[in-house]
C-alpha cells in the first residue's frame, strides 16, 4: 500500500466507526441520526478517494471518482442540519429544499453532467469537474458560509457548557472546509501548489482524519451529542497510547512530505512501531511521562481537568468513617467552598420530628428556615422519583433534551434559590432532602466528570446520614427503654427499703410502737435508710463532672485496703481471698476512686461464689510498650456461677442486674457501670470474661502514669 493511499483510508475507518458509536448510543436520537448520515458523507467521500489513489485504470477511476461525489454533495447540507440542531435553531422549510436540491445534485452525478471525466496526475487519478460541479460549488460555499456564521453566532450566546461544546465542533468544520477545499484544487484544474511544483496532497481527508479526533474529545470531555462516556483504567490507558501515536504519526507524514526517498514503507512503519513499543513500556515505567512530570496534561486529555477531583475521591472514600452528621457536613462545607469553589450551595433535609423540610446549611450562610411549600410530594421529588435522573440542571440550554412539563414544574418549584444543579437525598426509594448548587466562582462550567463524582458524593452522603439518623433513633429508643427499667428498678428498690421505715413511723404516729417492735423494727429501718443513701449516692455519681485528684501512690497498698475493707463479707461465707502483688508499685491514680473500683469488683466476686470458695486478686506489671509510662493490670478471678452469654453485653449498662433475690443482696445494677467510668478517668481498660459454671475474671489495666491530659473528663450519662 502507498504512503498517499493511507490517508485517506484512515479518515474513512475512523469517521466510520465513530458515525456507528454515535448512533449505537441512542438509535432514535434525531441527532444522532443526522450525525450518521453527515459521518457516512465523509466515510464515502474518503472511501473514494483511497480508491481513486490505489486503482490503475481510467475505467475504474471513474466510477470510483463518481463514488466519492454522493459523499461530497451531502456534505453541505449534512453539516446545516446538524449545526441547526446542536444551536437549537428550528429546521425550516429552506432545509428541506436544500435536502431536495442537493439529492436533485446526486442524481446528476449518475451521467457526465456532475463530473465528465477523470485526470491522472503522476501519483492519483482525480475527478474533472462538469457544469453540475460548478452549480454544486456555488451551493457549496453559500451552505459552509451559513454553518460557520451560525455556530458562530449561537457560540456567543451559548451558556458555557454549552459553548464549549459548540466550539470544538467549530473548530472541527473549520479544519474540515478550510482543507477540504484544498482538495478541490486537482478537480478545478490545479494540480500543483500555486507557485511550486508540489502535487497537492489530499489534506482534506487528513483533516477529516484530526475533524474525527476532534468530536472524539469533544464526546468525551465536553458530552457532544449528549453522549457521556466513562473511561475504566484500561481505556483510559489506551486513550493516552493512541494520542502518542497520533502524535508520532502526524509528525512521521511532515517528514515523508518533504523527504519521500529516505522514507520507504519499512522504515516508515518500522519508526511508528517504534513509537508505540517505548509509549507502551514507558508508560508502564514511568507513568508520570505523558505528563511532563505531573498529571495535569493526563487530567485534560481525560477531562480530568481539575485537581480538586482526587479530593473528592478522597472525602467520599472518608465518608463511611463519620460518626456525626454536624461534622460530615462541615468537612463538606469546607469541600465545596474551598476546594471545588462554589459561589453558593444549600442542603434542605426533612425534620424527623416535625417532618418540614427546612435550610440544613447553606453558604453564605443563612438562617435556619422552613419551607412549608416543599414536601413529599412536590414537584421537585415527583421528577426525580420519576424520571429517575440522577440529578436536575436549572440552565435548560446545557442539555440537549427537550424539557418535560414535569421537569419545568420542578425548576419552578426551586427558581428562587437560583442554583445551577440540584441533587436529591434518597433512603431508599423515599426522598429526605436536596442539595442546591451554585455556579462556581471562577465561572468554569460544571464538566460531566464533575457531575459524574458530585452525583457520586451525594449518593455516599445520602447513604451515611441515614444511616447515622437510624442509629440516633435506635439510641434514642435504648436511652427511652432505660429511663423506663431505672423507672421501674428505682420505684421497686426504694419502695421495698421504704416500708419498715413507714411501718415504724405509722407505729410511732399511733403510739402503738412498745419496747420490742421498736428493737425488731429501728434496725431495720435506719439500715434500710442507709441502703437508700448509698443508692442515692451510686444514682449521682452518674450526674457529676468528676476530675480525679491524680497523686503518686501505692496501688498495692490500694489493693490490700479494698481486700481488708471487704473482709467481714467473704468471712462470713468463709471464703478465701489470695492477693498477688509486687510491692512499691507506685501509680499516678486518685486512690480513693481506685479503692473504691477495687471494692466494687471484689464484692462481686465476693456474691457470685457459693461459700468456702477461693477468690485471687491479682498485679502484674505488663511488657513495657510505651517508652515514658509503664502499664498494670490488675485480675479478680472468682469461681462463681459465671455470667450468661446474653448478659455479657448488656452488664455495663446503669440499672442492669441480674442479683434479684431478696431486698438486702438485691443489686442496683450500678456497680460495674461506676467501675467502667473509674477505668476511663484513668485512661485505663477495663474487660470481663466469663463462662457459665466456670467462673468469672475480670481484667483491668492501668498506665502508671497520666499524660496529655489537658482538661477534666467529662461524666458518663447513662448510654
Not at 148 to 174: E, T
Not at 192 to 219: F, R, W
Request: net charge neutral; charged share 20%; aromatic share 12%.
Amino acid at each position: 500500500m502507498k504512503f498517499s493511499e493511507l490517508i485517506p483510508l484512515s479518515a474513512a475507518t475512523i469517521n466510520f466507526f465513530l458515525s456507528l458509536f454515535v448512533f449505537s448510543r441512542d438509535s432514535r436520537s434525531l441527532l444522532n441520526r443526522i450525525y450518521l448520515l453527515w459521518g457516512l458523507s465523509i466515510t464515502v467521500w474518503n472511501l473514494g478517494t483511497f480508491f481513486l489513489f490505489r486503482v490503475s485504470n481510467e475505467r475504474e477511476a471513474v466510477f470510483w471518482a463518481h463514488f466519492l461525489q454522493f459523499g461530497v454533495i451531502f456534505l453541505p447540507v449534512t453539516l446545516l442540519h446538524l449545526c441547526l440542531v446542536l444551536g437549537k435553531i428550528p429546521a425550516t422549510r429552506m432545509l428541506g429544499l436544500l435536502y431536495a436540491w442537493h439529492g436533485a445534485l446526486a442524481a446528476s452525478n449518475f451521467t457526465d453532467f456532475f463530473i465528465s471525466g477523470v485526470e491522472y496526475t503522476g501519483y492519483a487519478f482525480y475527478s474533472t469537474a462538469g457544469p453540475g460541479f460548478w452549480i454544486f460549488l456555488f451551493s457549496y460555499v453559500l451552505v459552509a458560509t451559513t454553518t460557520v456564521w451560525i455556530l458562530w453566532s449561537r457560540l456567543r450566546a451559548a451558556p458555557p457548557l454549552h459553548r464549549m461544546r459548540l466550539k470544538s465542533l467549530l473548530w472541527a468544520n473549520g479544519i474540515l472546509i478550510l482543507f477540504g477545499n484544498n482538495d478541490l484544487l486537482p478537480i478545478l484544474g490545479q494540480h500543483h501548489y500555486p507557485g511550486t511544483q508540489t502535487p497537492i496532497y489530499p489534506l482534506g481527508s487528513a483533516a477529516a482524519i484530526v475533524y474525527g479526533l476532534i468530536v472524539g474529545y469533544s464526546v468525551l470531555q465536553h458530552q457532544l451529542l449528549d453522549i457521556h462516556v466513562t473511561l475504566g483504567r484500561l481505556a483510559a490507558r489506551a486513550v493516552r497510547l493512541l494520542f502518542f501515536l497520533l502524535i508520532g504519526l502526524s509528525l512521521l507524514l511532515v517528514l515523508k512530505t518533504f523527504f519521500p526517498e529516505q522514507f520507504r514503507p519499512f522504515a516508515f512503519y518500522g519508526c511508528l512501531g517504534v513509537l508505540l513499543v517505548t509509549a507502551v513500556i514507558a508508560s508502564n515505567l514511568f507513568p508520570r511521562l505523558f505528563g511532563v512530570g505531573g498529571d495535569a496534561l493526563e487530567r485534560r486529555i481525560l477531562g480530568d481537568r481539575f485537581e480538586y477531583h482526587d479530593k473528592i475521591q478522597g472525602f467520599i472514600q472518608s465518608i463511611p468513617w463519620y460518626a456525626d452528621v454536624n461534622l460530615l457536613l462541615e468537612d463538606f462545607d469546607d469541600l465545596l467552598v474551598k476546594t471545588v469553589r462554589v459561589s453558593s450551595y444549600q442542603i434542605i433535609l426533612l425534620e424527623e420530628v416535625s417532618r418540614v423540610f427546612s435550610l440544613f446549611r447553606s453558604f453564605p450562610e443563612q438562617p435556619r428556615m422552613q419551607f412549608p411549600d416543599i414536601h413529599l410530594d412536590s414537584p421537585i421529588f415527583e421528577y426525580f422519583q420519576n424520571s429517575k435522573v440522577e440529578y436536575l440542571t436549572f440552565d435548560p440550554t446545557s442539555s440537549l433534551r427537550e424539557e418535560t412539563p414535569s421537569e419545568r414544574a420542578a425548576r419552578r418549584q426551586l427558581k428562587l434559590f437560583n442554583p445551577q444543579f440540584c441533587f436529591p437525598f434518597f433512603a431508599g426509594d423515599d426522598p429526605f432532602g436536596i442539595l442546591l448548587l451554585g455556579e462556581k466562582t471562577s465561572g468554569e462550567p460544571y464538566t460531566p466528570h464533575d457531575l459524574h463524582l458530585l452525583t457520586l458524593l451525594v449518593k455516599n452522603l445520602s447513604l451515611i446520614i441515614n444511616q447515622i439518623r437510624l442509629k440516633k433513633q435506635v439510641s434514642m429508643a435504648e436511652e427511652l427503654e432505660l429511663i423506663g427499667r431505672m423507672s421501674r428498678g428505682m420505684a421497686h428498690d426504694l419502695n421495698n427499703l421504704l416500708t419498715p421505715v413507714s411501718t415504724l413511723l405509722q407505729l410511732l404516729r399511733e403510739d402503738l410502737l412498745d419496747a420490742g417492735k421498736s428493737e425488731e423494727l429501728l434496725p431495720v429501718a435506719l439500715r434500710n435508710v442507709g441502703t437508700m443513701q448509698s443508692y442515692i449516692r451510686e444514682a449521682l455519681f452518674f450526674s457529676q463532672n468528676h476530675t480525679p485528684r491524680l497523686e503518686p501512690g501505692r496501688l498495692d497498698l490500694v489493693i490490700h485496703k479494698a481486700v481488708a475493707t471487704a473482709e467481714p463479707a467473704w468471712r462470713r461465707k468463709e471464703m478465701e481471698v489470695a492477693v498477688s502483688a509486687p510491692e512499691e508499685v507506685v501509680v499516678e491514680m486518685d486512690s480513693v476512686l481506685i479503692r473504691r473500683l477495687v471494692a466494687n469488683l471484689l464484692s462481686n466476686a465476693i456474691d457470685a461464689p457459693p461459700p468456702k470458695s477461693k477468690i485471687n486478686v491479682e498485679l502484674h506489671r505488663l511488657a513495657r510498650t510505651e517508652a515514658n509510662r509503664d502499664w498494670l493490670r490488675i485480675r479478680i478471678i472468682d469461681e462463681g456461677e459465671g455470667i450468661k452469654r446474653e448478659h455479657l453485653k448488656r452488664i455495663f449498662k446503669p440499672y442492669f442486674t441480674t442479683k434479684d433475690h431478696g431486698d438486702e443482696t438485691r443489686g442496683f445494677g450500678l456497680g460495674l457501670a461506676i467501675c467502667r467510668q473509674i477505668v476511663h478517668l484513668h485512661c485505663g481498660n477495663l474487660n470481663i470474661a466469663s463462662e457459665e459454671k466456670k467462673g468469672t475474671t475480670v481484667q483491668v489495666d492501668l498506665p502508671s502514669r497520666q499524660i496529655n491530659r489537658h482538661a477534666p473528663a467529662p461524666a458518663l450519662h447513662p448510654s
